[in-house]
């Protein structure tokens, strides 16, 4: 079993900056692929970011390329998203999720993932 706890959510002002952070714990962090997906209210849930195993691998939603980086610490067991330049369209709920199969490349789709944590809020005001 995998738990998954998100952290560093909450509300900011359009243009400012927040660092998420999802703590990891119960399998062996660097073997997994870690993603970042979020649902706004009354929508579903998207895909932002994931990094793979070494974390030289990443890929972005086109709406948060330039604004947004992933990156993972495998001696924490912690993967990061910090979010810059948010805007109010940026506001969801923030999930991390990892995968532990054996795809060499990192998926944007939620099938491809086995744990999911509890989520984080953020809030981006106009």
């Known amino acids: 079993q995998v738990q998954l706890v998100e952290s560093g959510g909450g509300l900011v002002q359009a243009g400012g900056s927040l660092r998420l952070s999802c703590a990891a714990s119960g399998r062996t962090f660097s073997r997994c692929i870690m993603g970042w997906f979020r649902q706004a209210p009354g929508k579903e849930r998207e895909f932002v970011a994931v990094?793979?195993?070494?974390?030289?691998?990443?890929y972005y939603t086109d709406s948060v390329k330039g604004r947004f980086i992933i990156s993972r610490d495998n001696l924490k067991n912690t993967v990061y998203l910090q979010m810059n330049s948010l805007k109010p369209e940026d506001t969801a709920l923030y999930y991390c999720?990892?995968?532990?199969?054996?795809?060499?490349?990192?998926?944007?789709?939620?099938?491809?993932?086995?744990?999911w944590g509890q989520g984080t809020q953020v809030t981006v005001s106009s």
């Open positions: 990094t793979g195993r070494s974390g030289g691998d990443t």
């Open positions: 999720a990892a995968d532990f199969s054996f795809r060499t490349k990192p998926s944007e789709y939620e099938e491809a993932y086995d744990y």
